[in-house]
């Protein structure tokens, strides 16, 4: 730890009763180790820390057992007794921009309490953020850090808020029911001559409790066998997203969306249908135990001409989430099962199955990427199996270039 950062984290003892040892005599309780260990010269700024900690319980004063003794003790000197961060006059620092104000539902519900232990664990850094968020892992006990992230999140009075660990990692097709901030560029290409590729640009932006807007932008690509590659925009699709439930305890949510695509892709080219395409479709996800989850999307496509076939269309996405190390990178195997069927008659339904994974890339875990393949199960005269490949950006979290150290 700097020692700028152990100037900065002086602050704290403002508030607590910092009496530090005084110089050449230790406390009577540390003899033995001591003896032991003569690298206590070199006290570690946090180390000292568990000292004042432990010196007020030796003092009388029991150790802070409840989320909130130990916040007013620990963390208040920076986040402030409210969990709005304390003025900037009193905090000795510069404040990043993405210092919390625990009490502003829209930031913190979002983010998970792993993550939030992680934090508060290894230091701001584990994360990608600022080193003044320093670690308490030799201060606080796995039990303790729980308590005060159970008193971080009585900070937001709000309970409707949809929790972060709602927010399931999105698959290549089925959509996720969590209103979200995201950018994503996806590819798809098919591994057959004569079927194309597409790239799509997705934005979307979560406004309110649990409203979200998104515009999708595709950029298609055809090849005929002996031709050249042709590209242009495809159809670009509006659409709103209304969270319905979303519940922490029984791990659910689920939400509805109305979409419009509209006709500006060629159509003559295969970049278009050529009318416009109203949508609806609910969105269901379920927690499972041992990080694993389960994502449903269904709904139907209503064009507005009416030699453009209506269609349904399910699916389904299972995944489970493993962690390398403790806190860090995170993995997601996930395999999908997507059916659609056009209204009309003689069609069949189309079945494919999506074997994918999705990894973070960022330390602040905001930019992910994921890979997989669609295979048609059925019907594969007319359709080729497809390469598919995301990169995605929750812009919320922090800039592209920002949180990877
Ligand atoms: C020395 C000042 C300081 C102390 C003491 C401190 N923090 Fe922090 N904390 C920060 C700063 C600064 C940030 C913002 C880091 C950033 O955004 O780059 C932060 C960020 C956090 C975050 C991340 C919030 C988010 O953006 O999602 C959590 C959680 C947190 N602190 C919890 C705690 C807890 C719990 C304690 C006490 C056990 C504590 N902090 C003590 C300075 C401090």
């Known amino acids: 730890m700097s020692t700028r950062l152990a100037h900065r984290n002086r602050v704290v003892f403002t508030v607590v009763e910092y009496n530090p040892p005084p110089s050449g005599r ?10 032991h260990f003569p690298v206590f010269a070199a006290l570690s700024f946090v180390w000292l820390q568990g000292i004042v900690f432990s010196q007020t319980a030796a003092r009388g004063k029991a150790r802070p057992t409840t989320g909130k003794e130990i916040f007013l003790a620990t963390c208040a000197g920076c986040h402030g007794p409210d969990g709005k961060g304390m003025p900037k006059e009193t905090l000795g620092f ?20 792993e993550d939030w232990k992680a934090i508060i664990h290894y230091g701001g850094p584990a994360r990608g953020f600022s ?46 029911a969590f209103p979200e901030d995201e950018a994503v560029v996806q590819t798809n290409i098919a591994t057959k001559s004569g079927y194309g590729a597409s790239n799509l640009l997705v934005y979307e932006r979560r406004f309110g409790l649990g409203n979200q807007f998104e515009v999708d932008v595709p950029f298609e690509y055809s090849h005929e066998p002996g031709h050249a590659w042709l590209g242009g925009i495809g159809d670009v699709t509006l659409g709103y997203k209304r969270l319905v439930a979303g519940s922490v305890h029984t791990g659910s949510i689920f939400s509805v969306s109305g979409e419009a695509t509209l006709p500006t892709g060629n159509r003559a080219r295969g970049f278009g249908t050529g009318s416009t395409v109203f949508e609806g479709f609910g969105a269901f996800g ?65 079945w494919d199955v999506v074997p994918e994974i999705q990894v973070t890339l960022s330390k602040r875990q905001h930019i992910r990427a994921n890979f ?18 995301y990169l995605l950006w929750d812009w919320f979290d922090g800039g592209l270039r920002e949180g990877w150290r």
Do not use: Y
Request: include cysteine; proline fraction near 9%.
């Open 131 to 176: 080193e003044i968020m320093p670690s308490f892992t030799e201060l606080l006990t796995n039990e303790e850090i729980a308590k005060v992230v159970e008193h971080l999140r009585s900070f937001c009075a709000e309970r409707a808020w949809p929790r972060g660990e709602l927010n399931l990692p999105r698959a290549l097709v089925t959509e996720k």
């Open 372 to 389: 997989g393949v669609s295979i048609p199960a059925n019907n594969t005269a007319t359709r080729s199996p497809q390469v598919m490949f």
């Open 286 to 350: 379920q927690m499972l135990p041992r990080h694993s989850f389960v994502q449903f999307q269904s709904g139907v496509e209503v064009p507005v001409r009416n030699d453009v076939a209506k269609a349904v269309f399910a699916r389904t996405a299972l995944g489970t989430t493993l962690t390398q190390g403790h806190l860090g990178r995170l993995w997601t195997p996930m395999i999908e099962f997507v059916a659609d069927r056009d209204l009309a008659t003689g069609e069949k339904t189309n």
């Open 94 to 113: 510069e404040p990043p921009k993405t210092f919390p104000d625990f009490t502003d539902c829209s930031s913190t519900t979002r983010e998970p309490d």
């Open 26 to 35: 230790r406390p009577n309780r540390l003899k033995p180790l001591w003896g």
